[in-house]
């Protein structure tokens, strides 16, 4: 495959920047009435939901979309005046709120067209809103495209990326959930894994367990994937490759529930404490730094991606290591600032040399020093949480849970309970990850740790919850399920096994 292909977070800026580009030949457009064919407009206003807005975040800042001719960039549901001579290029959710709004900027011709993008497959009904309410506002004919771009997911870095539902997993497993609302729930997370496999341009083969969440959504996933191949086969071979069926690669859909530990654990890594702890979002973190001189502290805010090179080297390391990284890199840049300090001693000559050295050494240098005073008040702001938390000893008696006796592992977590560093969040968690480790533990014998844990105001609700949890794993391994469908083959349309 080429290399591109399997970056993630490339192909979807790459089918942003496209979008961007306003062009009305593309597979994949509706025509509207709109009858200009410029390839591309340089000037438009790019309006998006706030679904969207999170997409865009990761992938280009306001100076990018500035050089994709995006004179404003606003939300949809704001109050936004009129620009009648700019087109519009809109990029939302397929949702009623979302068209009924298009179409009436339509109507009140707030644009000069509307080249309106979907980040999921729109559905018929919503589609044909789309276009009745146009024509009742009188706007139809500033419609100059519908496009839906499957691109629903956020992507975080070349290899990671996130369907953006958060409260998914809760919704999922309230008590009383109906089945209207956990089929909703299945097809957004259909849609947004479709828009991953799109936007990666491949066709994957299919794994999941039976008889469980991760069977329904990749079976939604398949009949995606086949009404696609079959309804748009041009469009499908173009998109996916389908003649390359030797390098399909494989989905395995999981749920949830077969690694609740690891969700709820404390963590020791570098990028993982900057999300757990600063709460990263988006790769962006707003830290407390202190200015010093007495001055009171003020937060900071800064992008972390995969294009710093100390975090895409450090971002996986023990924050230990990390820390060690930091001194490192302010030792580096120290010496090699005075080595350029030190140059041009030999005369004229060599002070033109040095000045030289200097003004090409000058933008790598800089951007050198950003990155350490970043990665400073950063590693700053985590050591600040790690002792007043004592997160470090968290993480070493969750870790050690496993390997030890319940007896031993009980002790130290009581010896966690009654420490008086750390959260009663962290407790919780604590007492989730024994729970989760030692899943023979008698009934009873947590009941003086969880009025430990009331006692400091916390909550033993998630222990309810896995409790629920194991009793329904129980009852369904007695129970034969229906074997997973075989429908693994060398066809493009075969995906499912």
């Given at each position: 495959r080429r290399a591109m292909a399997l970056n993630l977070r490339e192909a979807q800026k790459h089918a942003i920047e496209?979008?961007?580009?306003?062009?009305?030949?593309?597979?994949g457009g509706r025509g509207g009435g709109w009858q200009d064919r410029k390839s591309t407009l340089t000037w438009k206003c790019f309006i998006y939901d706030k679904f969207c807005q999170d997409i865009i975040a990761p992938l280009l800042k306001i100076g990018s979309l500035r050089q994709h001719g995006v004179t404003l960039h606003l939300q949809l549901h704001a109050d936004r005046s009129k620009v009648p001579d700019v087109a519009a290029c809109y990029f939302v959710e397929p949702t009623e709120a979302n068209i009924a709004r298009i179409a009436a900027d339509c109507g009140s011709g707030l644009y000069q067209s509307a080249h309106i993008n979907f980040s999921s497959t729109i559905p018929a009904p919503l589609l044909q809103k789309l276009a009745l309410d146009a024509v009742k506002a009188g706007g139809a004919d500033r419609i100059a495209k519908v496009v839906d771009r499957l691109t629903s997911?956020?992507?975080?870095?070349p290899t990671m990326c996130s369907l953006h539902l958060?409260?998914?997993?809760?919704?999922?497993?309230?008590?009383?959930?109906?089945?209207?609302?956990?089929?909703?729930?299945?097809?957004?997370?259909?849609?947004?894994?479709?828009?991953?496999?799109?936007?990666?341009?491949?066709?994957?083969v299919i794994r999941c367990p039976s008889g469980q969440a991760s069977q329904m959504v990749a079976q939604k996933l398949h009949a995606r994937l086949s009404k696609l191949l079959k309804e748009s086969p041009a469009q499908a071979a173009e998109?996916?490759?389908?003649?390359?069926?030797?390098?399909?690669?494989?989905l395995a859909i999981l749920d949830r529930d077969m690694d609740l530990a690891t969700m709820v654990a404390h963590t020791w890594t570098y990028q993982a404490l900057c999300q757990d702890v600063l709460g990263l979002r988006l790769n962006r973190v707003i830290v407390p730094v202190d200015e010093g001189d007495g001055k009171p502290g003020q937060s900071?805010?800064?992008?972390?991606?995969?294009?710093?090179?100390?975090?895409?080297?450090?971002?996986?390391?023990?924050f230990q290591t990390v820390a060690e990284a930091v001194h490192e890199s302010i030792q580096e840049f120290n010496v090699k600032r005075a080595e350029l300090n030190e140059g041009g001693d030999d005369g004229l000559e060599g002070l033109s040399e040095g000045l030289a050295a200097a003004m090409n050494a000058l933008p790598l240098m800089t951007e050198k020093k950003r990155s350490i005073d970043m990665h400073t008040n950063i590693a700053t702001a985590l050591l600040n949480e790690i002792k007043a938390r004592e997160i470090d000893r968290h993480y070493e008696v969750e870790a050690d849970f496993a390997a030890q006796t319940q007896a031993a592992a009980l002790?130290?977590?009581?010896?966690?309970?009654?420490?008086p560093k750390g959260t009663v969040m962290d407790k919780a968690r604590?007492?989730?990850?024994?729970?989760?480790?030692?899943?023979d533990v008698k009934p009873g014998k947590l009941d003086p740790i969880v009025e430990k844990l009331r006692g400091l105001g916390g909550d033993d609700g998630a222990l309810t919850h896995l409790k629920r949890l194991a009793s329904l794993k129980k009852m369904q391994q007695?129970?034969?399920?229906?074997?997973?469908?075989?429908?693994?083959?060398?066809?493009?349309?075969?995906?499912?096994?």
């Amino acid at each position: 495959r080429r290399a591109m292909a399997l970056n993630l977070r490339e192909a979807q800026k790459h089918a942003i920047e496209k979008m961007l580009k306003l062009e009305l030949d593309e597979a994949g457009g509706r025509g509207g009435g709109w009858q200009d064919r410029k390839s591309t407009l340089t000037w438009k206003c790019f309006i998006y939901d706030k679904f969207c807005q999170d997409i865009i975040a990761p992938l280009l800042k306001i100076g990018s979309l500035r050089q994709h001719g995006v004179t404003l960039h606003l939300q949809l549901h704001a109050d936004r005046s009129k620009v009648p001579d700019v087109a519009a290029c809109y990029f939302v959710e397929p949702t009623e709120a979302n068209i009924a709004r298009i179409a009436a900027d339509c109507g009140s011709g707030l644009y000069q067209s509307a080249h309106i993008n979907f980040s999921s497959t729109i559905p018929a009904p919503l589609l044909q809103k789309l276009a009745l309410d146009a024509v009742k506002a009188g706007g139809a004919d500033r419609i100059a495209k519908v496009v839906d771009r499957l691109t629903s997911f956020v992507s975080l870095s070349p290899t990671m990326c996130s369907l953006h539902l958060p409260g998914m997993y809760k919704m999922m497993n309230m008590e009383g959930v109906t089945d209207q609302v956990m089929e909703q729930a299945m097809d957004r997370i259909a849609d947004g894994i479709l828009s991953v496999v799109a936007t990666l341009r491949t066709l994957p083969v299919i794994r999941c367990p039976s008889g469980q969440a991760s069977q329904m959504v990749a079976q939604k996933l398949h009949a995606r994937l086949s009404k696609l191949l079959k309804e748009s086969p041009a469009q499908a071979a173009e998109m996916f490759n389908t003649a390359a069926t030797s390098a399909r690669p494989l989905l395995a859909i999981l749920d949830r529930d077969m690694d609740l530990a690891t969700m709820v654990a404390h963590t020791w890594t570098y990028q993982a404490l900057c999300q757990d702890v600063l709460g990263l979002r988006l790769n962006r973190v707003i830290v407390p730094v202190d200015e010093g001189d007495g001055k009171p502290g003020q937060s900071k805010t800064f992008d972390v991606d995969m294009s710093d090179e100390f975090w895409a080297k450090h971002g996986a390391e023990p924050f230990q290591t990390v820390a060690e990284a930091v001194h490192e890199s302010i030792q580096e840049f120290n010496v090699k600032r005075a080595e350029l300090n030190e140059g041009g001693d030999d005369g004229l000559e060599g002070l033109s040399e040095g000045l030289a050295a200097a003004m090409n050494a000058l933008p790598l240098m800089t951007e050198k020093k950003r990155s350490i005073d970043m990665h400073t008040n950063i590693a700053t702001a985590l050591l600040n949480e790690i002792k007043a938390r004592e997160i470090d000893r968290h993480y070493e008696v969750e870790a050690d849970f496993a390997a030890q006796t319940q007896a031993a592992a009980l002790k130290e977590l009581e010896n966690l309970m009654d420490h008086p560093k750390g959260t009663v969040m962290d407790k919780a968690r604590a007492l989730a990850v024994f729970f989760l480790t030692q899943p023979d533990v008698k009934p009873g014998k947590l009941d003086p740790i969880v009025e430990k844990l009331r006692g400091l105001g916390g909550d033993d609700g998630a222990l309810t919850h896995l409790k629920r949890l194991a009793s329904l794993k129980k009852m369904q391994q007695g129970i034969p399920s229906a074997p997973p469908p075989t429908m693994v083959g060398q066809s493009a349309s075969n995906m499912l096994g």
